[in-house]
Nanobody
Framework: QVRLVESGGGLVRPGDSLNLSCVNS????????MGWFHQTPGKSREFVAA???????RYSDSAKGRFTITGDSDKNTVQLQMNGLKPEDAGIYHC?????????????????WGQGIEVSVSA
């Protein structure tokens, strides 16, 4: 059984940085690609970034150049470093695990979701 637990959210000002972390417990990190999705009220979850177990990374257009996803297979952890945060980045960030990287990029998660963690960006 996979359990995903996110941490690192909070309230920041525009231009600030945050580092989100997701621990994958209960399953080998190498069996899944891991990623992050962003959700705002009334909207579906949108793809932000993903990493395959062997290190291939993919980003949404809005995340490119500002966000970096990294994975630590020893700790079964994936992190999302978010720099230059904008008010539109605010919302709930969900960690996800799926067998294929393309699942995450395409928004078709065939695996597991974390509960989500809130990010607020306000002056």
């Amino acid at each position: 059984q996979v359990r995903l637990v996110e941490s690192g959210g909070g309230l920041v000002r525009p231009g600030d940085s945050l580092n989100l972390s997701c621990v994958n417990s209960g399953s080998s990190f190498s069996r899944y690609a891991m990623g992050w999705f962003h959700q705002t009220p009334g909207k579906s979850r949108e793809f932000v970034a993903a990493i395959s177990w062997h290190g291939i990374r993919r980003y949404s257009d809005s995340a490119k150049g500002r966000f970096t996803i990294t994975g630590d297979s020893d700790k079964n952890t994936v992190q999302l470093q978010m720099n230059g945060l904008k008010p539109e980045d605010a919302g709930i960030y969900h960690c996800a695990a799926s067998p294929m990287l393309s699942d995450l990029v395409g928004g078709q998660v065939n695996g597991y979701w974390g509960q989500g963690i809130e990010v607020s960006v306000s002056a």
